[in-house]
């Protein structure tokens, strides 16, 4: 069995390094000419622990070979990504250039899957393309979407283990893509059709998303009612059917805070929670800011000097080193933005060094600052004792009580 992956990114580098381990001939197609040498270099060029060395093996042993265009295979995948244009509207054209690349390639039999998160009805739209330039494959090929829901960090074992959706276009198409993955996962493969496999994956990430939206909404009214939210969820979740997620500075990442707009964008109308816990995400990053400067302002009024401020956390959650659409990094630089003038100190114990930032020691931060601002739950900050000679702005729940 051959398989193209296309796009060698967090998610298909990944699975072709697992596909070839399992024994699938596999060949990684990427656009950017430095990944294709690095990966056949045996280099990583995204961060997952434990994946250099599979990845080194696979190359050994030539199992999988990365190029920079499609060649015959008997499965695709396209696992590209699916970034937004204009007001969070989907752009699904890396998916159709994919589909496109892989067209001419496609022969009697194969499989072709979309893996890339994607908008309800893009699978069926890619099947009309390729029929519409190889109406002779009607019928005679099989078209599948299979999403992934693997943890950053944990990429190596989630693939292999957790269950999947998978939808084809039709009962033959599922029964393909499922023939195909059960080569190495050994999570329940679940079949249903390719809308609603599009649907689960954006209804996976949304829900969690509206359920850290009501503990945001949560912390906001706390802090005006004068309520500790964090012991109030702790009690709350005794109840045996209430299981509250934990507030924090907003919500980030390439997945939660991104994919409810693929249905807000198209179900403007009839997605009205969805669309305000995005806001109400959102809005707790702004709010955290505005409380950070209004406590600054205060302090120098009371104390007629500047504080020093520690900023503790830069990743879009605790014990990663991801930055991306991180609600910390907006913060911190909203701050630095109102008052160019303060002492603000910024600490990331994950990374050494930032383009932008100066990164101070998490210790060295936390003695000298009079206001400690505790944006990610990072392990390290858990060890800070609470100091009440110290204005600490807990966002995220270091000090809670358990
Ligand atoms: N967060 C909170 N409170 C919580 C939990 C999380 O504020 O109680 C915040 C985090 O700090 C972070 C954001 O939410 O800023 C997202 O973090 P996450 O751990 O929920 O999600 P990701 O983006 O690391 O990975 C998710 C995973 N989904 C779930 O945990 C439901 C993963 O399984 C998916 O495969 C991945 O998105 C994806 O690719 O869609």
Known sequence: MKACFMGLGYIGLPTAIIAAKHGVQVTGVDVNPDVVAKTNAGKLHIIEPGLESMLQEVIASGALKAVGKPEICDAYFMVVPT????????????????????IPCLKEGDLYVIESTSPVGTTEQMARLIFSERPELKGKIYIAYCPERVLPGNVIYE?????????????????????????????????????????????????????IAFANELSIICEKAGINVWELITLANK???????????????????????????????????????REINNYKSFWCAE??????????????????????????????????????????????????????????????????????????????????VMLVAHDPFKTLPWRN???????????RKN
């Not at 998916?95 to 496109?100: G, K, M, N, P």
């Not at 000679?389 to 000090?399: A, E, N, R, S």
């Open 159 to 211: 693939l292999v283990h957790n269950d999947r959706v998978i939808g084809g276009i039709d009962e033959a198409s599922t029964d393909k893509a499922i023939a195909f993955y059960s080569q190495f996962v050994q999570g329940t493969l679940h079949r249903t059709n390719a809308k609603t496999a599009e649907m689960c994956k954006l209804t996976e990430n949304s829900s969690r998303d509206v359920q």
């Open 291 to 372: 409380k950070v400067q209004r406590t600054m302002l205060q302090f120098e009024l009371d104390h007629h000097r500047k504080p020093k401020v520690a900023m503790m956390g830069l990743a879009f959650k605790p014990n990663i080193d991801d930055l991306r659409e991180s609600p910390a990094k907006y913060i911190i630089t909203k701050v630095m933005q109102s008052c160019n003038n303060a002492d603000i100190m910024v600490v990331e114990p994950n990374i050494t060094s930032h383009n932008v930032f100066k990164l101070t020691d998490y210790r060295e931060a936390y003695d000298r600052a009079d206001i400690v």
């Open 83 to 102: 970034p937004f244009k204009g007001d969070h509207e989907p752009d699904t054209s890396y998916v159709e250039a994919a589909t496109r690349a892989v």
């Open 389 to 399: 000679d110290k204005i600490i702005l807990d966002f995220c729940g270091i000090y």
């Open 239 to 277: 109840h045996p059917r209430v299981n509250i997620l934990w507030p924090g500075c907003g919500v980030g990442g390439h997945c939660i805070a991104v994919d409810p707009y693929f249905i807000t964008a198209d179900f403007p109308a009839e997605s009205k929670l969805i669309a305000s816990a």
